[in-house]
């Protein structure tokens, strides 16, 4: 009955949801990469007179790649739509595969908005702006540790949330033979991986490192813990005053797929400090590989969905990368937090303003939005190999 009863409830909720929706996605199936971003270009004073951002956080920065601590050679990416692949670097070439949504492909080279990809023993070109990358393939100093792929955390106001504490939610985990051992995959918006890389920096800088929960969260298990949370949010008063106490409400922790997790232009983080580490080898590449760290307590539990886990004492949008200046922390925040919050920000990475371990990448946010990514896949392999060992 209660499944049944939770199901109904979600249901409804979507339904209305899509129905207030704005209708933006028509005809996006057979849109190209770069009409996309003629699109955006185009769509920069509508944007700013809804209020929604300032004009000028809607123009796309030009592309230039990023240097990480190993080569993207080798690496894994993901097509977070349907992807053309072309035989040649030009979208007039002609087209030899079609990537579905999700598919991983290892990246053999990069020329700027273009990656030479192989998948299924075929090699062509894709435009890299609608792909995802494997985080540990890159920046393998970072600390992942996927909770909701085997134990997952989600609780409110300290109460467990029916069908999804202390559950695997979905699988992530696979053996990265770029790496030499079993590690989280961890996929993310390509040009998010960047500012990833920053905040990294700046954490290492100071003895630190980021430790990733979530990144890409598929849209089912999403749905599920929505679905459950609402439900016992009318049942419980405990858990409903948690996330409903003004200015904040339900809203602010969760919504109904899809989300910025389930568009790749989103990660829950914390914070640790480093005890040891050694030095491994991935090709003909060094890199520094966290043995021993000590998570900082934050002000509350990782995916704690309550008044508890909240960043500022007023609410501020969460499609602005400007409005979070315009206001001061919560009385409860940490700290760490609070440094946390400093690597975060400093590398272009927006704030959610009822949760101290979430943040986007909103410039992102808003291609993947305008293509209609979903994330009603799930990403479970990589096909990662070392650097130039093709």
């Not at 996006?28 to 004009?55: I, V, Y």
């Not at 920046?139 to 997952?152: A, F, G, M, R």
Request: aromatic share 12%; charged share 15%; proline share 5%.
């Amino acid at each position: 009955m209660r499944k049944a009863f939770t199901l109904i409830i979600l249901f409804l909720f979507i339904f209305c949801y899509a129905g207030c929706e704005k209708k933006t996605r028509t005809g996006h199936m057979s849109t190209t990469p770069s009409d996309m971003k003629r699109r955006l270009l185009s769509s920069q004073s509508n944007d700013a007179a809804e209020g929604n951002t300032s004009s000028a956080s809607n123009v796309i920065t030009p592309f230039i790649p990023s240097s990480f601590e190993l080569p993207i050679n080798g690496s894994t990416g993901y097509a977070a739509v349907n992807l053309p692949i072309y035989e040649t670097k030009s979208e007039n070439a002609n087209v030899i595969y079609t990537l579905w949504a999700g598919q991983a492909f290892t990246i053999l080279n990069e020329e700027y908005e273009w990656w030479f990809i192989k998948v299924n023993n075929i090699q062509g070109w894709v435009m890299n702006i609608l792909c995802m990358i494997n985080i540990p393939d890159i920046i393998p100093s970072i600390i992942n540790d996927n909770t909701n792929t085997y134990y997952s955390l989600f609780r409110s106001s300290g109460v467990n949330i029916p069908n999804v504490t202390g559950r695997a939610l979905y699988q992530s985990k696979d053996y990265n033979v770029r790496l030499s051992k079993e590690e989280y995959i961890t996929p993310v918006f390509y040009r998010m991986a960047g500012k990833i890389y920053a905040a990294q920096k700046a954490a290492l800088a100071e003895g630190n490192s980021l430790v990733i929960y979530e990144a890409f969260r598929p849209a089912q298990p999403h749905n599920l813990v929505y679905g459950e949370l609402l439900a016992l949010s009318m049942t419980n008063p405990e858990v409903n005053k948690g996330l409903n106490t003004p200015p904040y409400s339900l809203q602010w922790f969760l919504l109904p797929a899809p989300f910025n997790h389930q568009r790749g232009t989103a990660v829950d983080v914390s914070l640790a400090k480093i005890l040891d580490t050694e030095t491994r080898l991935s090709g003909n590449y060094n890199y520094t590989n966290i043995t021993r760290y000590l998570e900082y307590q934050m002000q509350c539990p990782m995916h704690e969905l309550s008044i508890r886990a909240v960043v500022f004492k007023d609410i501020v949008s969460s499609v602005s990368e400007t409005a979070w200046m315009n206001t001061t922390f919560a009385d409860n925040v940490s700290n760490e937090t609070k440094l946390l919050h400093k690597y975060m920000t400093n590398a272009k990475l927006s704030p959610l303003a009822s949760e101290w371990w979430h943040f986007n990448d909103l410039e992102n946010t808003r291609i993947a939005t305008d293509r209609g990514v979903t994330g009603n896949y799930l990403i479970s392999e990589t096909v990662s190999v070392p650097p130039h060992q093709f």
